[in-house]
């Protein structure tokens, strides 16, 4: 079956880092568009980064542009978050997700980041 598993999260200083992996089973991982959503307690859930099936595209939104990198390898079906300069309004849970060319979509469980002196 399908399954995408996030591991990574944690507790984190403002100004600190972190890695967050997502890692595909259960389908053709190099045919879908991956992407990082989060969601802030009260807020609905938010389009962070994108990345093409191939890795040569990403896209961000613009409260982490210049501060978080996604990235990807076909051969372990897995896709990365890496996380610089974390601000208090980076707290979310964030999810993985994978969007395919039919628009078939696909979740995480998400895992939780939290920014806090």
């Known amino acids: 079956q399908v399954q995408l598993v996030e591991s990574g999260g944690g507790l984190v200083q403002p100004g600190g880092s972190l890695k967050l992996s997502c890692a595909a089973s259960?389908?053709?991982?190099?045919?879908?568009?991956m992407n990082w959503y989060r969601q802030a307690p009260g807020k609905e859930r938010e389009l962070v980064t994108s990345?093409?099936?191939?890795?040569?595209?990403?896209d961000y939104a613009d409260s982490v542009k210049g501060r978080f990198t996604i990235s990807r390898d076909n051969v372990k079906n897995t896709v990365y978050l890496q996380m610089n300069s974390l601000k208090p309004e980076d707290t979310a849970v964030y999810y993985c997700?994978?969007?395919?060319?039919?628009?078939?979509?696909?979740w995480g469980q998400g895992t939780q980041v939290t920014v806090s002196s």
């Open positions: 997700n994978a969007r395919g060319l039919y628009s078939q979509m696909y």
């Open positions: 990345i093409t099936r191939t890795g040569e595209g990403t």
């Open positions: 259960g389908f053709t991982f190099s045919s879908y568009t």
